[in-house]
């Protein structure tokens, strides 16, 4: 059984800055990917950032030079550093596991970016 724990949302006026952190427990392989995903209402869940056990990133074009996610392999945890924050980046915010055998999610933390 895989659990993956957020924390780190809040509201933030436009310009400032979040960090988020999901820790992962359980199940969890040496080889995987990890990352963040966004849902904004009405709207359907994007990628935002996911990085590799080897440390390998890949961000979407929205955020890039802005957020910049990191993960600590002996704590099986991912971080997503988001500066410049802009009102179009409010949405729930989930923690993705990629493993072998599936996809595992974090419950979602809101992020609220006021102008």
């Known amino acids: 059984q895989v659990q993956l724990v957020e924390s780190g949302g809040g509201l933030v006026q436009a310009g400032g800055s979040l960090r988020l952190s999901c820790a992962a427990s359980g199940s969890i392989f040496s080889i995987n990917v990890m990352g963040w995903y966004r849902q904004a209402p009405g709207k359907q869940r994007e990628l935002v950032a996911t990085i590799t056990s080897g440390g390998s990133t890949n961000y979407r074009d929205s955020v890039k030079g802005r957020f910049t996610i990191s993960r600590d392999n002996a704590k099986n945890t991912v971080y997503l550093q988001m500066n410049s924050l802009k009102p179009e980046d409010t949405a729930v915010y989930y923690c993705?596991?990629?493993?072998?055998?599936?996809?595992?999610w974090g419950q979602g933390t809101q992020v609220t970016v006021s102008s």
């Open positions: 993705n596991l990629h493993l072998w055998n599936g996809d595992y």
